[in-house]
DNA sequence: TTCATTAGTATGATTTTTCATATTAGGTAT
DNA sequence: ATACCTAATATGAAAAATCATACTAATGAA
């Protein structure tokens, strides 16, 4: 009915999944925690230039998304842990469609070094 | 070889690759242009809103990425074609990938309306 | 001549995002 | 009592993204 193969509400649904990755360190905070749970502290020390607070926002909102388990402990000095949902697990796939593109088109990417199709260097 | 599923270059090429995206008007361009060849003015009348400022800028940054292709005829008063690349319909798999997830999950998104697991309102 | 048209560019304001630095609470160890 | 440790908050500055408005060039139409 519309001339576009997709609907309005899946672009919706698009955009809104997308925003749930962006932000400057969401992608590197999910890639660390990929590696099992980490608490506060690991996770800074991980992730060299981030400062407290913006691991504290960043956590929060993907918290909020639902794509990160914030666990603290009633101790002292205070103990929080940080792991990823099974949603974010879910997001696997998505990675791996990205990746697919990434590696056909890696000509678009600054960085790598390869041609648009096919070639390889002489 | 490390605890991660994927390397970091992996990781950097997903990051950049959803920096493309990453732009308010962005996916929405593009999903207009998935309907066709399009003039910047019919653009501009297609995305209530966005202003002639932001159509361009938006414009470029796609097409310095290689997902859009503007054509500019040498006519008067000016006329300007913007079409999708193979490069950004490469993206389809992408698109549904993310699909398949926000389905399953619809419940972190706003303005669905469904429950977590399999539920129904009663 | 004057006006209308189109795809921009110029300029500045506003909003959002990110960064930098300091401070806090409350137990534990000394 | 004092220093220490951790996750977090407070505050303000800087940078980036977005918005709002006005202006331009060149030709054809009136």
Redesign the pocket.
Known sequence: MTPYPVSSEDRDAFVQSL?ML????KVEILWMLSGGVL??????RALP????????????ELEAHGLVK?T?Y?????????EMTDAARDLKPVFKAVMVWAREHSYLLSGGDAAPDGETHP
Chains 1, 2 share one sequence.
Do not use: S
Not at 74 to 82: G, L, T
């Open positions: 925003q962006t932000g400057r360190w608490r506060f502290g690991e996770l800074r230039g981030i400062t407290q607070h913006m691991l504290t926002t960043q956590l929060r914030r603290p009633a101790e002292v000095p205070p103990r929080v842990e940080y």
